[in-house]
């Protein structure tokens, strides 16, 4: 197989996102499924002492909303399910939209999400699948080092610790890669989850280094992510600022918390922006790199196949000339 052309597939990656804006829309419904490391500390600080009475007055609150609270939970709860059935669906519309370009037969977003739904139930065995897969890692090795530390075992227990979290990060990656090729199987070959599964360790067990390669180059896109999302941030937060304290000269209180969420709302719009075209990005890339490993297989298996459709063909028996007397 010749060498892979990484940059190349990242520019026509970068082309495809680009000039078919209408693939945000996938990637915008995925990253509201997982919004990844977008947690922002709006608290006042973690050193903050709370006295007894402001934890009295919290659990009396409580005691007296709990229907409320329970109400809550139960709809975010929902939010959360519904954002990530929708999400599954969208990687799976979004997969097949890639596909269906690069085969000139382009898919509006509306048949995307339709074509996507058909995928949803193996994606969602699959991701299930691969999360207790994970999980059972993490429970066989904490279950010694839990015992170790109840019975005091410190140092034991603590290089045990530091052994097991050396031997989960591989566990995360074939995670990874299981997911993201496993993926691409289901939509692209119709699979089953199980045989998309095999298929997916078995396409990185053969091009392991060149995979990883391939999501290093994740790194330094992600921090160049990062980069953009904060020097956003700190223009939007200077202008908000400036707008709360004029509107809590004017208004007071209120004033401040309008121009605040305004600002909150103005700075999670944007961040989903990015984060949709991102997302749109690194699938197509990832589909790009597929098909460069895969297809050489494909093309194997297939002229296999001919080869031994040949061998089983029935050999012709030599034509018997039949000699005329005179």
């Not at 199980?194 to 091009?207: G, I, P, V």
Request: proline fraction near 4%; include cysteine; glycine fraction near 8%.
């Amino acid at each position: 197989m010749p060498p892979i052309n990484y940059i190349e597939i990242l520019k026509r990656a970068w082309n495809m996102t680009w000039h078919n804006r209408h693939l945000w829309w996938f990637g915008l419904l995925i990253a509201l499924a997982s919004p990844g490391s977008m947690n922002f500390n709006l608290g006042s600080g973690g050193n903050e002492k709370i006295d007894d009475a402001k934890i009295q007055k919290i659990s009396d609150f409580m005691v007296q909303n709990m229907h409320w609270i329970i109400a809550g939970a139960i709809v975010l709860m929902a939010l959360l399910i519904i954002l990530v059935v929708i999400g599954i669906i969208a990687r799976a519309g979004l997969i097949k939209s890639i596909d269906s370009f690069c085969k000139n037969k382009p898919l509006g977003f509306k048949m995307g999400m339709r074509e996507g739904k058909r995928y949803f139930g193996k994606l969602f065995l699959l991701g299930i699948s691969i999360f207790f897969l994970v999980l059972s890692s993490i429970i066989v090795l904490a279950v010694p080092i839990i015992f170790l530390i109840f019975t005091k075992a410190y140092a034991l227990g603590i290089f045990l610790g530091i052994l097991a979290f050396l031997i989960l990060i591989p566990v995360f990656i074939l995670a990874v890669f299981l997911k993201e090729f496993g993926n691409l199987y289901i939509v692209l070959g119709d699979l089953s989850a199980w045989n998309s599964l095999e298929k997916a360790y078995e396409l990185f067990r053969k091009n392991l280094l060149a995979s990883i390669v391939m999501w290093l180059f994740f790194i330094p896109i992600g921090f160049i992510l990062m980069l953009a999302i904060i020097a956003i941030l700190i223009p939007l937060a200077i202008i908000f600022i400036a707008i709360g304290f004029g509107l809590y000269f004017a208004a007071g209180t209120p004033g401040a918390i309008i121009a605040a969420a305004v600002g909150a709302i103005c700075f999670l719009a944007i961040v989903l922006a990015l984060r949709s075209v991102y997302e749109t990005f690194a699938q197509t890339a990832w589909y790009l790199f597929f098909l460069e490993i895969a297809k050489p297989k494909i093309e194997e298996r297939v002229l296999e196949e001919i080869l031994e459709k040949k061998e089983e063909l029935p050999t012709p028996e030599p034509v018997k000339t039949i000699g005329i007397e005179k």
